[in-house]
């Protein structure tokens, strides 16, 4: 291998050098973008079902969202960057646009003395005179510096502190996030509440002007009553009071003269019941 070539073979290196750091900087900046992406929805998911006991095809819809999100900033802050990363020459040509003393210099070194570039005596003392020229100067310079790590370090930084605090969070919400997490992933468990609603007369059919009692049981805290939400298909929605049995966990409130079909959810101190229908 003759002289040019050697000189030539030494600034490639450093220029591929420069593209690989490119890349690695735009998949770890696209990376941690997806990190928290995907942490900071499932978060924002998880307390909606805590405050709301989403239903199954809400949990859906925001698990599809989520991966949808993820996904696009994937292809394209990681996939599409690494895929469209500047080659050799376009990166040689950044380099002489950040130092202008190469005045074309770097890509002229690169091109011309590659292998048939320039044929045997032709010109060719002159490309040895210019890649010699070309690597003094690129002595003194750090190809890299051209790359700003800072918003890559900045968004590693931001998904470890959400990592730390989802851990935080996780390790205080004990059972209940974990319950959370897994109705995330489109579990059916319940969200687990200081009081616990079960045993509800559930979904029923009535009679128009017929009489209904509905009725639901607590477990784990005791409240003193407790309170049905109806939500009727013409009228908004109206609050009843559920009376405790004496000596029992067992709340009731009955409903005169139905006239029209509703949905009923009953809450128990923090706990509530799933959404049932009367028609």
Same mark, same amino acid.
């Given at each position: 291998?003759?002289?040019?070539?050697?000189?030539?073979?030494?600034?490639?290196?450093?220029?591929? &050098?420069?593209?690989?750091?490119?890349?690695?900087?735009? &998949?770890?900046?696209?990376?941690?973008?997806?990190?928290?992406?995907?942490?900071?929805?499932?978060?924002?998911?998880?307390?909606?079902?805590?405050?709301?006991?989403?239903?199954?095809? &809400?949990?859906?819809?925001?698990?599809?969202?989520?991966?949808?999100?993820?996904?696009?900033?994937?292809?394209?802050?990681?996939?599409?960057?690494?895929?469209?990363?500047?080659?050799?020459?376009?990166?040689?040509?950044?380099?002489?646009?950040?130092?202008?003393?190469?005045?074309?210099?770097?890509?002229?070194? !690169?091109?011309?003395?590659?292998?048939?570039?320039?044929?045997?005596?032709?010109?060719?003392?002159?490309?040895?005179?210019?890649?010699?020229?070309?690597?003094?100067?690129?002595?003194?310079?750090?190809?890299?510096?051209?790359?700003?790590?800072?918003?890559?370090?900045?968004?590693?930084?931001? !998904?470890?502190?959400?990592?730390?605090?989802?851990?935080?969070?996780?390790?205080?919400?004990?059972?209940?996030?974990?319950?959370?997490?897994?109705?995330?992933?489109?579990?059916?468990?319940?969200?687990?509440?200081?009081?616990?609603?079960?045993?509800?007369?559930?979904?029923?059919?009535?009679?128009?002007?017929?009489?209904?009692?509905?009725?639901?049981?607590?477990?784990?805290?005791?409240?003193?009553?407790?309170?049905?939400?109806?939500?009727?298909?013409?009228?908004?929605?109206?609050?009843?009071?559920?009376?405790?049995?004496?000596?029992?966990?067992?709340?009731?409130?009955? !409903?005169?003269?139905?006239?029209?079909?509703?949905?009923?959810?009953?809450?128990?101190?923090?706990?509530?019941?799933?959404?049932?229908?009367?028609?």
């Amino acid at each position: 291998r003759d002289k040019a070539n050697a000189g030539s073979t030494s600034l490639e290196k450093r220029v591929r &050098a420069l593209r690989r750091r490119m890349m690695s900087v735009a &998949a770890g900046t696209g990376g941690a973008t997806a990190g928290l992406a995907l942490i900071g929805l499932l978060m924002l998911g998880m307390f909606a079902d805590w405050s709301l006991e989403l239903p199954w095809f &809400a949990r859906l819809v925001w698990l599809g969202l989520t991966i949808y999100t993820v996904c696009h900033i994937l292809r394209e802050q990681v996939i599409r960057r690494v895929l469209n990363a500047p080659d050799v020459d376009e990166a040689a040509l950044m380099l002489e646009r950040a130092f202008p003393k190469f005045c074309s210099r770097l890509i002229s070194a !690169l091109q011309l003395s590659r292998p048939g570039a320039v044929y045997p005596g032709e010109a060719h003392v002159f490309v040895q005179l210019l890649v010699k020229q070309t690597e003094a100067e690129a002595e003194e310079v750090e190809f890299t510096s051209i790359v700003n790590p800072q918003p890559m370090r900045d968004r590693i930084a931001g !998904l470890l502190c959400l990592i730390g605090i989802s851990g935080i969070l996780y390790g205080f919400g004990g059972d209940t996030t974990a319950a959370l997490l897994k109705r995330s992933l489109l579990s059916g468990v319940q969200i687990p509440r200081d009081t616990m609603v079960e045993n509800t007369t559930g979904d029923l059919i009535v009679g128009r002007g017929d009489s209904l009692v509905i009725q639901a049981e607590a477990t784990g805290i005791i409240p003193a009553e407790g309170l049905v939400i109806v939500d009727y298909e013409s009228s908004a929605d109206r609050e009843f009071t559920m009376v405790k049995a004496e000596n029992s966990a067992t709340y009731t409130r009955r !409903l005169e003269s139905v006239q029209e079909s509703f949905n009923y959810v009953v809450y128990l101190n923090d706990g509530r019941s799933k959404v049932h229908k009367v028609r």
